[in-house]
C-alpha cells in the first residue's frame, strides 16, 4: 500500500501535515475527509525515495522535497549501519514500546499502528507505516526492519528473528530496551569522562591565543620603547607573539588537515588497526577504552546468545559493533577457532586481548551452561570499573590541565616583569 505525504486545512483553516497509506491518491483524500481534512497537496512517497507531486492541476506547485524514506535510502547507500545519537534513544524508546504491546497480547500490525499513532518525528512515522505495510504483504518482522539499517543495525535485526523463530519477539524486544539503554549511559560515562580534559584544552588554547595577540604586543612594544637590551625570555616571548600574530590562520589550518588526514587514515584497515592499538596504550585514557570496549564485547555478546542467536553468528556480530579494531580481531579469531571445533574461553585467552579473569569467568560459564550470565556479570563488573576510572581520570587530569596553563601564563608574566624590574634596578 503506498504512502503519501499530505498538506491539508483543518476546520478554523489551521494548516495540517502528515503522512497516510491508502491504496491511491483518492483513497488518500477520502479518508482525510473523513477526518474534516481538506487535502490542498498530497505527495506520493515512492519505495526508491522519488516523490512524486499528484497536484498536476496546481499551477507553480513547489517542487517535492525529499521524503524521510529516501533520505535513510542515501545513509543506507553510504554504508551506515544502526542507529546513531539521539536515534538510540529514540529507537529505546520505540522498542520498550513495540515490547509492551506485543506483551500485553496486541497484534503486531496494531502495535505497529499504535506506534504510529504516537509517532512525534515525521520520518519515524513514515519509516514505520513502511515496515507495517510489508509485514501486512507477509514480510516477517526481522525482515522489514532489515530494510532500514539505518535505525535498526545487524545485531538488532538479528535478535528479532531469532525472537520470531522462538515466538518470544516481546522477550527479545526487551531486552533489545535494556541493552540500548545500558548503552547509552555507558556511552555518556565515557564522553564525560573525555569531554573536560577537551574542554580544558580548548579553553587554554583560547586564553594563550588572546594573551599572545592582544595582551603581549602592547605590553612588549612599550618594554621596546625603552631601548634598553631585553632579556632572553622576553626575547622569546615577543618572538612568539608575532609568530601567533602573523601566522594564526596557519594553526587553523594545520588543525584542519590533520584532523582530516587522521580521519582519512582510520578509514583504512591498517590505520584503524595502529591508531586503536595506540588508543589503548594512552595513560589513563586508554585504559577507559579498553574497559569499555570490553564491556560492550560482553553485553552485546551475552544480549545475542540469551536472545537464541547462535555463537558464531552472535561473534561476528559483535565483530561489527565492538568499536575497537583490537578486540574485532580477537573477535574473528575466536570465531574461526569455534568453527574449527575448539571452545570458547580457550581461545578468547590465547589472543591476549583480555585480561585473564575475563577468561576464567568464560570458562566458567562455559562448563556450567551460563555463558550469557557469565558476560552480563562481566559487563556489570566493567560498567562499575569504568565509573571508577572516570572519576580518577578526572581527578589527575584536572591539576594537570591547571599546572600546564599556570606554567604557560607564569612565563608569560615572568618575561614581561623582568625588563620591568631590570630598568628599575639600572634607575
Known amino acids: 500500500m503506498p504512502i503519501f505525504e499530505y498538506k491539508a486545512y483543518a476546520p478554523g483553516g489551521a494548516t495540517r501535515t502528515g503522512v497516510v497509506d491508502a491504496d491511491t491518491p483518492r483513497d488518500a483524500r477520502q479518508r482525510l475527509r473523513k477526518d474534516n481534512l481538506l487535502v490542498s497537496e498530497l505527495r506520493e512517497v515512492a519505495r526508491k525515495g522519488k516523490s512524486a507531486n499528484l497536484n498536476a492541476s496546481k499551477v507553480g506547485a513547489p517542487k517535492p522535497r525529499k521524503s524521510a524514506f529516501a533520505k535513510l535510502a542515501e545513509m543506507r547507500s553510504r554504508g551506515q549501519n544502526g542507529p546513531t545519537g539521539r536515534d538510540v534513544e529514540l529507537v529505546g524508546a520505540i522498542t520498550r514500546q513495540l515490547a509492551t504491546l506485543l506483551g500485553a497480547g496486541i497484534p503486531l500490525t496494531e502495535a505497529l499502528r499504535a506506534i504510529i499513532e504516537q509517532a512525534d518525528v515525521r520520518r519515524i512515522e513514515t519509516l514505520f507505516r513502511e515496515i507495517r505495510e510489508r509485514i501486512t504483504q507477509g514480510t516477517s518482522l526481522g525482515d522489514a526492519l532489515g530494510e532500514h539499517p539505518t535505525l535498526f543495525s545487524d545485531m538488532y535485526v538479528n535478535m528479532v528473528r531469532a525472537g520470531e523463530a522462538t515466538g518470544q519477539v516481546d522477550g527479545v524486544l526487551?531486552?533489545?530496551?535494556?541493552?540500548?539503554?545500558?548503552?547509552?549511559?555507558?556511552?555518556?560515562?565515557?564522553?564525560?569522562?573525555?569531554?573536560?580534559?577537551?574542554?580544558?584544552?580548548?579553553?587554554?588554547?583560547?586564553?594563550?591565543?588572546?594573551?599572545?595577540?592582544?595582551?603581549?604586543?602592547?605590553?612588549?612594544?612599550?618594554?621596546?620603547?625603552?631601548?634598553?637590551?631585553?632579556?632572553?625570555?622576553?626575547?622569546?616571548?615577543?618572538?612568539?607573539?608575532?609568530?601567533?600574530?602573523?601566522?594564526?590562520?596557519?594553526?587553523?589550518?594545520?588543525?584542519?588537515?590533520?584532523?582530516?588526514?587522521?580521519?582519512?587514515?582510520?578509514?583504512?584497515?591498517?590505520?584503524?588497526?595502529?591508531?586503536?592499538?595506540?588508543?589503548?596504550?594512552?595513560?589513563?585514557?586508554?585504559?577507559?577504552?579498553?574497559?569499555?570496549?570490553?564491556?560492550?564485547?560482553?553485553?552485546?555478546?551475552?544480549?545475542?546468545?540469551?536472545?537464541?542467536?547462535?555463537?558464531?553468528?552472535?561473534?561476528?556480530?559483535?565483530?561489527?559493533?565492538?568499536?575497537?579494531?583490537?578486540?574485532?580481531?580477537?573477535?574473528?579469531?575466536?570465531?574461526?577457532?569455534?568453527?574449527?571445533?575448539?571452545?570458547?574461553?580457550?581461545?578468547?585467552?590465547?589472543?591476549?586481548?583480555?585480561?585473564?579473569?575475563?577468561?576464567?569467568?568464560?570458562?566458567?560459564?562455559?562448563?556450567?551452561?551460563?555463558?550469557?550470565?557469565?558476560?552480563?556479570?562481566?559487563?556489570?563488573?566493567?560498567?562499575?570499573?569504568?565509573?571508577?576510572?572516570?572519576?580518577?581520570?578526572?581527578?589527575?587530569?584536572?591539576?594537570?590541565?591547571?599546572?600546564?596553563?599556570?606554567?604557560?601564563?607564569?612565563?608569560?608574566?615572568?618575561?614581561?616583569?623582568?625588563?620591568?624590574?631590570?630598568?628599575?634596578?639600572?634607575?
Open 174 to 427: 526487551a531486552r533489545l530496551a535494556d541493552f540500548l539503554n545500558q548503552q547509552r549511559a555507558l556511552q555518556r560515562k565515557v564522553v564525560s569522562a573525555l569531554t573536560y580534559p577537551l574542554l580544558m584544552v580548548s579553553l587554554g588554547v583560547v586564553v594563550v591565543g588572546v594573551l599572545m595577540t592582544l595582551v603581549v604586543p602592547k605590553i612588549t612594544g612599550m618594554l621596546e620603547d625603552t631601548g634598553q637590551e631585553l632579556p632572553l625570555p622576553t626575547q622569546i616571548l615577543m618572538s612568539t607573539s608575532k609568530v601567533f600574530q602573523d601566522y594564526w590562520w596557519a594553526g587553523f589550518l594545520a588543525i584542519a588537515f590533520v584532523s582530516w588526514a587522521i580521519g582519512r587514515w582510520y578509514r583504512t584497515p591498517g590505520g584503524r588497526l595502529f591508531l586503536d592499538r595506540f588508543s589503548l596504550r594512552v595513560p589513563i585514557m586508554g585504559e577507559l577504552l579498553r574497559k569499555r570496549a570490553i564491556s560492550r564485547f560482553a553485553r552485546t555478546l551475552a544480549t545475542l546468545l540469551s536472545s537464541g542467536v547462535p555463537a558464531v553468528q552472535a561473534l561476528e556480530i559483535t565483530r561489527n559493533v565492538v568499536g575497537n579494531q583490537i578486540i574485532a580481531n580477537a573477535c574473528e579469531t575466536v570465531r574461526v577457532k569455534i568453527l574449527e571445533g575448539a571452545d570458547f574461553a580457550t581461545p578468547l585467552r590465547q589472543t591476549g586481548v583480555f585480561p585473564s579473569v575475563v577468561g576464567y569467568m568464560v570458562s566458567v560459564g562455559e562448563q556450567s551452561g551460563e555463558l550469557e550470565v557469565m558476560l552480563d556479570r562481566i559487563a556489570d563488573a566493567y560498567d562499575e570499573e569504568i565509573e571508577v576510572v572516570t572519576e580518577r581520570a578526572t581527578s589527575v587530569l584536572e591539576p594537570i590541565m591547571i599546572v600546564f596553563l599556570a606554567v604557560i601564563v607564569g612565563y608569560i608574566v615572568i618575561s614581561i616583569i623582568l625588563p620591568i624590574l631590570q630598568v628599575g634596578a639600572i634607575g
